[in-house]
């Protein structure tokens, strides 16, 4: 199982991507180039936190359309996984993968806390190696996290199963729409989420809670 | 030939802009009273050869229409040899 992190200019995260990968175990990890559109046979795509393209414009707007997205947009309609975090999160939307958009926290401040998580639905191929009702604890790191997707949408995505982690009863930190984490598109192969699950595969850190969605995408691969 | 045009974006209608919701909290505390519904946008400037191209980049690239209303201000017609 080979992982392929995508690293645009002003990416912070895609390091710790590469490590995360790599606890799991038989799985490897590789770095793609923002202007490279080969994907080099990467079974798997994280796209990482940080700044892509200094966040101009808005949060992902530009690094939506770098080389190595399109290809990353017909991976993922072939059916390949593709995983974003934060700022990975904010692309994938952006680049229409998955539905909604963030915006700017409600409180106007950038948040840096390890937060909860309550898994909705326990599903490969992002979420199979947790349980649903368990609580993950996983840092937020971000200014523009707060998840948003018009009231119909929220509840084709509530009646789909698409909601796959929320942050736990009154621990959401950004004024997200019915406390939304992260959500998967329709076809299940797209996942993102605000929290940094790569920050915490290390009991160094205080938590190795985020190693689980790795693991399991690993075991979706088989 | 270009022509100047000036793009307008702001939040859309119903949802919350943090940033609006500052100013607003803020201007009283400089003795400036009775101001409502400040929303902050953004303003992008451009020359550009075909104006009709204006409204696929707002859709593409300078908007998110799922969370933002655009309005292209003006376009005026610039001689060829102005800059900047």
């Known amino acids: 199982?080979?992982?392929?992190?995508?690293?645009?200019?002003?990416?912070?995260?895609?390091?710790?991507?590469?490590?995360?990968?790599?606890?799991?175990?038989?799985?490897?990890?590789?770095?793609l180039w923002h202007g490279d559109p080969d994907l080099h046979g990467v079974d798997a795509?994280?796209?990482?936190?940080?700044?892509?393209?200094?966040?101009?414009?808005?949060?992902?707007?530009?690094a939506r359309f770098s080389p190595v997205m399109e290809s990353v947009i017909a991976f993922s309609h072939a059916g390949g996984l593709v995983l974003?975090?934060?700022n990975g999160f904010q692309v994938l939307c952006e680049a229409g993968l998955l539905p909604g958009a963030l915006l700017p926290n409600v409180g106007r401040r950038f948040i840096c806390r390890q937060v909860q998580l309550e898994v909705v639905h326990s599903t490969m191929p992002f979420t199979a190696d947790t349980a649903a009702g368990e609580l993950l604890s996983i840092p937020v790191k971000h200014t523009t996290g707060r998840y948003y997707a018009p009231p119909e949408q929220l509840d084709s995505l509530e009646a789909?199963?698409?909601?796959?982690?929320?942050?736990?009863?009154?621990?959401?930190p950004n004024g997200s729409s019915n406390d939304i984490a992260g959500v998967r598109n329709a076809e299940g192969n797209v996942f993102g989420l605000m929290p940094h699950p790569e920050h915490a595969?290390?009991?160094?850190?205080?938590?190795?809670?985020?190693?689980?969605?790795?693991?399991?995408?690993?075991h979706a691969h088989g | 030939m270009t022509v100047h045009a000036r793009v307008l974006v702001r939040p859309k209608a119903g949802i919350l802009d943090p940033q609006g919701v500052a100013v607003e909290r803020a201007l009283p505390a400089l003795g400036f009273e009775g101001v409502a519904n400040v929303h902050v946008g953004r303003l992008i400037e451009l020359d550009i050869e075909d104006p009709s191209q204006l409204h696929a980049m707002c859709e593409k690239l300078l908007a998110n229409p799922?969370?933002?209303?655009?309005?292209?201000?003006?376009?005026?017609?610039?001689?060829?040899d102005a800059d900047g």
Do not use: W
């Not at chain 1, 789909?160 to 959401?172: E, F, M, T, V």
């Not at chain 1, 595969?201 to 690993?218: E, N």
């Not at chain 2, 799922?66 to 060829?80: M, N, S």
């Open chain 1, 1 to 31: 199982m080979k992982f392929g992190v995508i690293r645009f200019p002003g990416s912070c995260d895609e390091v710790d991507a590469v490590l995360a990968c790599e606890h799991v175990p038989n799985a490897s990890a590789q770095l």
């Open chain 1, 84 to 86: 974003g975090i934060c």
């Open chain 1, 45 to 62: 795509i994280v796209v990482p936190g940080g700044f892509s393209y200094g966040d101009y414009l808005r949060a992902g707007a530009i």
């Open chain 1, 201 to 218: 595969v290390d009991p160094l850190t205080g938590s190795t809670d985020g190693l689980k969605i790795f693991s399991a995408m690993a």
């Open chain 2, 66 to 80: 799922l969370v933002e209303d655009y309005e292209i201000l003006e376009a005026q017609e610039q001689r060829p």
């Open chain 1, 160 to 172: 789909h199963d698409q909601i796959l982690l929320r942050y736990a009863s009154g621990a959401n």
